[in-house]
Nanobody, 117 residues
Framework: QVQLVESGGGLVQPGGSLRLSCAAS????????MGWYRQAPGKERESVAH???????NYADSVKGRFTISRGNDKNTVLLQMNSLKPEDTAVYYC???????????WGQGTQVTVSS
């Protein structure tokens, strides 16, 4: 069984920064990518940022230049540095892991990010 544990969410003022962390544990076979999705109230879940096993990254247009995804020292950890946060970034952020291509997909429990003055 694979578990994803997220941390780092919270309340921040507009223009502030937060760093999210996601640690994967369990029987993980060949990670293909790790990343983050988010879901705001009344909206569908959307992709935010992803990093492949080879280190390639991609970002939603809405976060380019403000968010940076990276691997932690442990290859099973992914970080999301969020700078210049805006109220519209408020959402529950979910860690995502795809293994063996997209044959296996795992989700974290979600962490709340609130950007408000």
């Amino acid at each position: 069984q694979v578990q994803l544990v997220e941390s780092g969410g919270g309340l921040v003022q507009p223009g502030g920064s937060l760093r999210l962390s996601c640690a994967a544990s369990g029987s993980i076979f060949k990670i293909s990518s790790m990343g983050w999705y988010r879901q705001a109230p009344g909206k569908e879940r959307e992709s935010v940022a992803h990093i492949s096993s080879g280190g390639s990254t991609n970002y939603a247009d809405s976060v380019k230049g403000r968010f940076t995804i990276s691997r932690g020292n442990d290859k099973n950890t992914v970080l999301l540095q969020m700078n210049s946060l805006k109220p519209e970034d408020t959402a529950v952020y979910y860690c995502n892991l795809e293994a063996n291509g997209a044959a296996y997909i795992y989700w974290g429990q979600g962490t709340q990010v609130t950007v408000s003055s």
